[in-house]
């Protein structure tokens, strides 16, 4: 039997028998994986408040003939005000959907798992656009299960573009004015401009960033696009919010 200690987030929590919980933590050492917390549905069990969605902590879990099962935990942050605002939910949901949809069991990526936890650091506060946030997120967990974007040379002739007027989705890349546009997007050259900013930048530089609704849903459009049709599962938790906004 081997115990590990790591820091974690359970990105979805269910219950499991009469008294306990089956818990997905996204981890930094051990990538995704599937925890059993005994007693953990009971308020007074010492598990239950590591248990909740969205927690945010160091765990310690061994691992028995199949599942892990938690053993104990203590809080970096219950991300508890993201509960209280529709829109930080809905995004923070969707990240953990996104989460369990396209990472790999046990597959440790401490960048990704680095950038998941910013996200909800950001986005619990109150000094971003957590639309193009959530974009910026997206395009990082893209590239770490590779289906990375490269905005910097055409997808055919992989000559160096500084623009572009196009996207294809087969290459997942820019294509330059002298190629054939097929199999992608067109968008304008600002979109392209803000994804490719998007797409470096660090995440907690996206607040730099200014544009347009167009340009937005531009955006949106591509890595939805990506996302749809990369993974085994289609993503709902942004269902709502946008049936909400329109
Ligand atoms: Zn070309």
Redesign the pocket.
């Known amino acids: 039997m081997s115990i590990l200690e790591t820091n974690a987030v359970v990105i979805k929590a269910q219950d499991f028998k009469e008294n306990d919980k089956l818990i997905w933590l996204f981890t930094e050492k051990l990538g995704k994986i599937a925890v059993i917390a005994k007693g953990a549905k009971k308020n007074k069990s010492r598990l239950f408040s590591i248990t909740l969605p969205l927690c945010y902590g160091q765990y310690v879990v061994f691992k028995g003939k199949n599942l892990y099962t938690l053993s104990e935990g203590r809080i970096t942050s219950s991300f508890q005000g993201l509960l209280n605002n529709l829109e930080k939910l809905t995004y923070s949901s969707y990240i953990c959907e996104l989460i369990d949809i396209c990472v790999t069991d046990e597959e440790d990526n401490r960048q990704l798992f680095k950038d998941f936890v910013t996200c909800l650091y950001l986005l619990n506060t109150d000094a971003l656009d957590y639309e193009l946030l959530v974009r910026s997120f997206e395009l990082k967990l893209l590239k770490a299960t590779g289906y990375g974007l490269n905005l910097e040379n055409?997808a055919?002739?992989k000559?160096s573009i500084t623009s572009a007027s196009y996207i294809n989705l087969s290459y997942y890349g820019g294509?330059?004015e002298?190629?054939t546009k097929e199999h992608g997007i067109s968008l304008s050259k600002g979109a392209y401009s803000a994804l490719k900013y998007i797409n470096n930048a660090p995440m907690d530089k996206i607040y730099r960033l200014n544009v347009n609704r167009t340009i937005k849903d531009e955006i949106a459009k591509i890595t939805a696009y990506m996302i749809n049709s990369n993974y085994s599962k289609k993503p709902k938790s942004l269902e709502m919010l946008n049936y909400i906004k329109e």
Do not use: F, G, L, S
């Open positions: 055409c055919y002739c000559k294509v330059c002298d190629c």
